[in-house]
C-alpha cells in the first residue's frame, strides 16, 4: 500500500489581492504540492503536532502559490 499524506491547510490569508488573484494562489499553492508530493522520495517524518503555523511569505503575486507550497513542503519534508 502507498503511503498518503494529507496536508490540510485551514487558512490561507492573501494580502492586498483581488478574489480572483487569491484564488489563483490557492489553486498554483495545491498545484505546487501536487507536484512536490509526487517527486518526493524517502519516508516523510511522522509528526505530533496538530497543526502548524508558518512565518508569512512574500512573493509577486504570480509566483506566491508556489512560493507557499515550497514552504509548506519544506517543513514536512524536513
Known sequence: MTPRLEVVVDELVVRGLSPAQA????????????????????????RAESFRRLEPVTAKPERLGGAVADRVWGEVAR
Do not use: K, N, Q, Y
Open 23 to 46: 484564488r489563483e494562489v490557492a489553486a498554483a499553492l495545491e498545484s505546487r504540492l501536487t507536484v512536490l508530493a509526487h517527486g518526493h522520495e524517502g519516508p516523510v517524518r511522522e
